[in-house]
């Protein structure tokens, strides 16, 4: 593995920068809890410069938000939320309620619940995410959450129309123009105005990232997201335009985003720097996306792809892009990533806006233990047990006492040495000797 261009990072300087993030979070959960809404509504005057006379927008506001929005914006928007609904109702699909018997009147299962309630989060800052709105509240609604709310920063002083409108599409139950860790604070512990919900989804800024991060263990969260990331692994069949392409598109998101080629062909990567510099001088968003690129931006090359998939593992991006010859190698070897795109046609874009999988997805190495948000983790898998037959009970409590009895636990030993003494010479022996388990 050789480095062509390597990555400038200040390890001290984001240790510090984290530090300031997490002071400035705890004081902020801590004011809204102690102070409700008043709390909400000096931080929204602060950050925002926004005080309305109720944060929730209302029926008769949502519609003529909406009536700004062009009808041609609004089918747009309905073609992405179709696709990521299908793709979470098929999703849904895969979950199936579970009940099985180990032995004769033995019967162990689990039931598929969604949870109660959770606050979507949907970024405003350097750009609108008005993705983000399906990728959460489509999702939660396919997993059938009870109560789903939403929150968005204003734009300006004011709602950003499509991504209020994308919101109300979604089938928001309310929403909220409350942006920032104080949004979160005030969905998780609830004031005289927001009822608190179970889970907090959604991406964000690193406040509000910190924020989830110190909200979590009070209500389940999706993950802790950071900066976007991409990686490319290309070998000599790909060119330099769309690699360059497809690095800085996800770079623009922000200066401290990481875009990393892996490549079998140096002439690619001495061709790509190269491109970079020639696109950065006409790409509108050049002034963020070549700063990310400048010092996040990595370019490593490696001998084989079975070396270039132990590189990839080890980075373990949010997105991974593969431009090669034999695409599939990599989705059958590669084991850590948020998401994988597959050849020359589609793109990280497609799975950020439309294309139908969720764009919410593990970053700074999250994906070595975690996926990406789904409906799945809306949704608890709950395991029940019941045993009809005394011969059954008697048996598991024998196991049971002897184990309980090894671990010095008297109560737990008290509960099986009971059902053995109730229900031990009930049933026949002939049930004993036939307990094999059920197939």
Known sequence: MQYLKKAFRSQQVNEGQDETVSETVTRILADVRARGMAAVRDYSRRFDNFDPPSFRLSRNELDAIGAEVPEAVKADLAFAQAQIRNFAEAQRRTLRDLEYEPYPGIILGHKNIPIESVACYVPGGRYPLIASAHMGIITARVAEVGRVIAFTPPTGGRPHAATITAMDMAGADEIYLIGGAHALAAAAYGTEEIASVNMLVGPGNAYVAEAKRQLFGRVGVDLFAGPTEVLIIADDSADAEMVAVDLLGQ???GPDSPAVLITTSRTLGL???VEIERQLLTLETAEVAG?????HGEII?????????????EIASEHVQILTRNADYYLDNMRNYGAIFLGEMTNVAYGDKVIGTNHVLPTQGAARYTGGLWVGKFIKTCTYQRVTEAGASAMIGEYGSRLCALESLAGHKRQNDLRVERFGNREPSAWRLGREPVE
């Open 291 to 295: 700063r990310a690129w400048r010092d």
């Open 271 to 273: 061709d790509l720097i």
């Open 251 to 253: 770079a623009e998101h």
């Open 301 to 313: 090359l490696v001998g084989d792809h079975a070396e270039a998939v132990r590189v990839a593992d």
